[in-house]
């Protein structure tokens, strides 16, 4: 370890400086969430809910979906409102519709400017004063606010039932006729709704800035940016560019440029070792991984198609049985699945050449019972899913077995705790075959110390999901989901990819073990010191503090910044294709990688800091630049890493194997060319244009009805439909080439020998 004892102390530093900054402000979030009060009552006492009865509102919310229908605080899916956002603004044009009935006997938009300008200042007054009385746990409200409370619950009622008068405003909405078939629990929906927004338009105690930092831009209460809100916008700007500046230094004059590289071997080492039998049994998990590739890609289109066809399908009503909150669930579900299962086959395939290639003891029956907890994690949580919006589960099974209604973390509990068990016992089998390596004496254990180091964590910090419950606080329980959404997926995953690619090619011969090691801490620190409190980029609206968006803004640039180096390190590996004629055998593998680090570039960084400043945000949340970062992040990084082992695993699995290249080309660059189809003909001048609207409107005009369905925005989402069905055939493409490989080695081209595929002839 004394050689890399600086990097080493290095990454120990930053991980307990991060993870310093995300428990305590973590803390701040809880001490500082907007009350949810045990009685909200009127000024002569009458009650109009409690505590108990907005959470069960939260409840009734999550089994229909949550997040997939519409948004709250910013979060969710976009075809729908954002409930606070609409709520709150049809709550105040219902208050001042009754106060100048009150005050001038006249509809308020026949009154003249000095009226209208009057009855406005004594709105802002109304709703940006807090009225919670902390001894009582009681906010008191007032008889008119109350009024036009209960006229917009009534329009919810209708909206989320079966209201005949607004059949086309649930279409435009995506929605399902009959969303919530249950009066009682569309009530307690409503008193959820009016509490978020509540949290929206109620300044902090001692302050002048609402709950969740005057989110959203709402004119009509002075909903504006904070100072605070520019002034760290301003600093993430800075630190972005410092960190580039720095980065750049440090890789001129750090960098050690005499590193000679090994000379290749002429055998490819890996093959070298017979197959395992636990190797052998991973080209079912292959075979998993792009079957609910392809579901999940044609749900991709099928979901995308509802946002021009809320309830049909090309003219089909299929609504009441695949609603857009279901699919949407699905579509997102399957990607996670498909790209964690990937990732897990990756590393079940390094397992065994760690542990001097041979399996431990029962590893083979560990892998299959593993593919096959997978298998039944996947249809239960679907099944669930649709059990769930389709209100057949009772409400009470709800959380457990069927919806959470949060994006990302959808499944059931019980779902949840099952993929948690599975990946813990993944980490239990990688770790029989990394201990006996770590104990054996002598040679350089660094890089597979790490490699350790990031199993660990990809096994257990999935566990962060279960620190919140069904009825937990919304601001809480979005801390912890971003653990995992963010710190799970884009921390720990990024980490384990990094050093797993270069313990790979360390293997092969290809690069030297102090290059690759070096390389791996290196990386692994600047990961984790933007990662960590990054986490906190995604919490800027939600309830908490300015302290929280000032960790969050600037450590967040600081993911950006080793991002503008993948240029170099996509070349990197691009150019050991060069280094000896049997690379050859897993070029596309590469080039899939190539991809990985462009996308991570352009999707995470470009995409990702677009949105990342609080400033952008304010304006931004919940409008389509969000899926364009997360479409180009997700796929563009995740995506193509997950279908790069796994072409790299079917390659070593079927020894024979040389790629067909026709079918490869059209799966490489028709994924490419759809996803930049998608991207910048549809969702990215969607949410431009969405930005104007909510910069100069606000956030309700930007997600409404009539602005949504306007001529130019339903002109741009069906001209998604040429990306999308561009991405579907590379998709298509690639997804056959791994089914061939697996079961019909016989179509195939003639094959060479992995040593030398020009002259050998074994088949697949």
């Keep these: 370890m004394a050689d890399y004892r600086r990097l080493w102390w290095i990454l120990i530093s930053v991980l307990a400086i991060t993870f310093g900054l995300l428990g305590y402000f973590g803390t701040e979030v809880y001490r500082e969430a907007p009350p949810i009060p045990d009685r909200?009552?009127?000024?002569?006492?009458?009650?109009?809910?409690?505590?108990?009865?907005i959470l069960d509102g939260q409840t009734a919310w999550q089994s229909v979906g949550g997040m997939q229908l519409g948004s709250i605080w910013g979060h969710g899916a976009y075809q729908a409102p954002d409930w606070t956002a609409d709520w709150l603004h049809r709550e105040l044009v219902n208050w001042l519709e009754i106060?100048?009935?009150?005050?001038?006997?006249?509809?308020?938009?026949?009154?003249?400017?000095?009226?209208?300008?009057?009855?406005?200042?004594?709105?802002?007054?109304?709703?940006?004063?807090?009225?919670?009385?902390?001894?009582?746990?009681?906010?008191?409200?007032?008889?008119?606010?109350?009024?036009?409370?209960?006229?917009?619950?009534?329009?919810?009622?209708?909206?989320?039932?079966?209201?005949?008068?607004?059949?086309?405003?649930?279409?435009?909405?995506?929605?399902?006729?009959?969303?919530?078939?249950?009066?009682?629990?569309?009530?307690?929906?409503?008193?959820?709704?009016?509490?978020?927004?509540?949290a929206a338009a109620t300044e902090?105690?001692?302050?002048?800035?609402?709950?969740?930092?005057?989110?959203?831009?709402?004119?009509?209460?002075?909903?504006?940016?904070?100072?605070?809100?520019?002034?760290?916008?301003?600093?993430?700007?800075?630190?972005?560019?410092?960190?580039?500046?720095?980065?750049?230094?440090?890789?001129?004059?750090?960098?050690?440029?005499?590193?000679?590289?090994?000379?290749?071997?002429?055998?490819?080492?890996?093959?070298?070792?017979?197959?395992?039998?636990s190797q052998k049994a991973l080209g079912?998990?292959?075979?998993?991984?792009?079957?609910?590739?392809?579901?999940?890609?044609?749900?991709?289109?099928?979901?995308?198609?509802?946002?021009?066809?809320?309830?049909?399908?090309?003219?089909?009503?299929?609504?009441?049985?695949?609603?857009?909150?279901?699919?949407?669930?699905?579509?997102?579900?399957?990607?996670?699945?498909?790209?964690?299962?990937?990732?897990?086959?990756?590393?079940?395939?390094?397992?065994?050449?760690?542990?001097?290639?041979?399996?431990?003891?029962?590893?083979?029956?560990?892998?299959?019972?593993?593919?096959?907890?997978?298998?039944?994690?996947?249809?239960?949580?679907?099944?669930?899913?649709?059990?769930?919006?389709?209100?057949?589960m009772p409400a009470n099974l709800n959380f457990w077995l069927g919806h959470q209604g949060y994006e990302f973390v959808d499944l059931g509990r019980i779902w949840q705790i099952g993929k948690f068990l599975g990946i813990a016992f993944w980490l239990v089998l990688m770790l029989r075959g990394i201990v006996p390596a770590l104990r054996t004496p002598g040679g350089d254990k660094n890089l597979l110390a790490l490699l350790t180091a990031s199993v660990v964590a990809i096994g257990l910090f999935y566990g962060a999901g279960f620190f919140y419950g069904e009825r937990t606080h919304l601001s809480v329980m979005e801390y912890w989901r971003w653990w995992i959404v963010h710190l799970w997926v884009e921390g720990f995953f990024e980490v384990f990819a990094t050093t797993a690619l270069a313990f790979i090619f360390c293997s092969m011969g290809l690069v030297s073990r102090t290059v690759?090691?070096?390389?791996?801490?290196?990386?692994?620190?600047?990961?984790?010191?933007?990662?960590?409190?990054?986490?906190?980029?995604?919490?800027?609206?939600?309830g908490t503090t300015t302290p929280v968006m000032?960790?969050?803004?600037?450590?967040?640039?600081?993911?950006?910044?080793?991002?503008?180096?993948?240029?170099?390190?996509?070349?990197?590996?691009?150019?050991?294709?060069?280094?000896?004629?049997?690379m050859e055998n897993v070029r596309w593998p590469l080039l899939f990688f190539v991809g990985v680090a462009f996308w991570n570039m352009l999707g995470?960084?470009?995409?990702?800091?677009?949105?990342?400043?609080?400033?952008?945000?304010?304006?931004?949340?919940?409008?389509?630049?969000?899926?364009?970062?997360?479409?180009?992040?997700?796929?563009?990084?995740?995506?193509?890493?997950?279908?790069?082992?796994?072409?790299?695993?079917?390659?070593y699995i079927r020894p024979g194997l040389v790629f067909d290249e026709r079918l490869m080309k059209v799966g490489f660059w028709w994924l490419n060319g759809g996803l930049v189809l998608m991207l910048f003909t549809s969702l990215l001048p969607v949410g431009l244009i969405q930005f104007a609207a909510s910069a100069s409107e606000g956030l309700w005009y930007a997600r409404s009805e009539a602005f949504m369905q306007s001529d130019i925005l339903q002109f741009l989402r069906w001209i998604r439909t040429i990306g999308d069905v561009v991405f579907i055939v590379g998709a298509l493409a690639v997804a056959w080439q791994v089914v061939k490989a697996l079961f019909f080695p016989t179509m195939a081209p003639a094959l060479g020998t992995p040593e030398d595929p020009a002259t050998a002839t074994e088949s697949a």
């Design 40 to 53: 909200v009552e009127t000024a002569d006492g009458t009650l109009l809910m409690t505590e108990d009865s």
């Design 99 to 198: 106060a100048a009935q009150e005050e001038y006997g006249a509809p308020y938009a026949s009154l003249n400017g000095q009226q209208q300008n009057a009855l406005q200042y004594q709105l802002k007054e109304a709703y940006r004063t807090n009225t919670y009385d902390s001894a009582r746990d009681t906010v008191v409200l007032s008889e008119r606010r109350a009024e036009a409370m209960a006229q917009t619950a009534a329009y919810y009622h209708s909206l989320f039932g079966g209201d005949p008068a607004l059949q086309s405003t649930r279409e435009n909405y995506a929605m399902k006729e009959n969303t919530l078939p249950d009066p009682e629990r569309r009530e307690r929906m409503t008193e959820f709704f009016f509490w978020t927004a509540w």
């Design 204 to 277: 902090r105690p001692d302050s002048n800035v609402t709950y969740t930092n005057n989110w959203p831009h709402e004119p009509l209460i002075d909903n504006k940016p904070t100072a605070e809100n520019i002034i760290w916008s301003i600093v993430s700007v800075v630190l972005l560019i410092a960190g580039i500046g720095g980065l750049v230094w440090a890789w001129a004059f750090l960098r050690k440029h005499d590193e000679e590289e090994p000379e290749a071997p002429i055998k490819d080492p890996l093959t070298n070792v017979a197959l395992t039998p």
């Design 284 to 392: 079912k998990y292959l075979l998993l991984v792009v079957g609910l590739f392809t579901f999940q890609v044609m749900l991709g289109g099928f979901t995308a198609h509802y946002t021009v066809e809320g309830q049909s399908f090309y003219g089909i009503n299929v609504s009441e049985w695949f609603p857009y909150s279901l699919v949407r669930t699905w579509h997102i579900q399957s990607a996670l699945f498909w790209i964690a299962t990937g990732f897990l086959a990756a590393g079940l395939f390094l397992a065994p050449i760690i542990n001097g290639g041979k399996d431990p003891k029962f590893q083979k029956l560990g892998v299959d019972i593993l593919f096959w907890a997978l298998v039944a994690v996947v249809v239960g949580s679907f099944v669930g899913n649709y059990l769930a919006i389709a209100q057949i």
């Design 516 to 542: 690759a090691t070096s390389a791996s801490l290196a990386s692994a620190s600047l990961f984790m010191l933007g990662g960590v409190p990054g986490t906190f980029h995604h919490l800027y609206f939600s």
């Design 550 to 582: 000032a960790v969050g803004a600037t450590f967040s640039a600081l993911e950006v910044v080793p991002l503008i180096v993948l240029g170099y390190e996509a070349w990197e590996n691009w150019r050991l294709k060069s280094r000896a004629p049997w």
């Design 604 to 651: 995470a960084g470009v995409l990702g800091f677009m949105i990342n400043p609080p400033i952008a945000l304010y304006y931004v949340q919940g409008l389509n630049t969000t899926p364009t970062h997360a479409h180009a992040a997700l796929f563009g990084v995740y995506g193509f890493l997950a279908l790069g082992f796994t072409l790299l695993v079917l390659r």
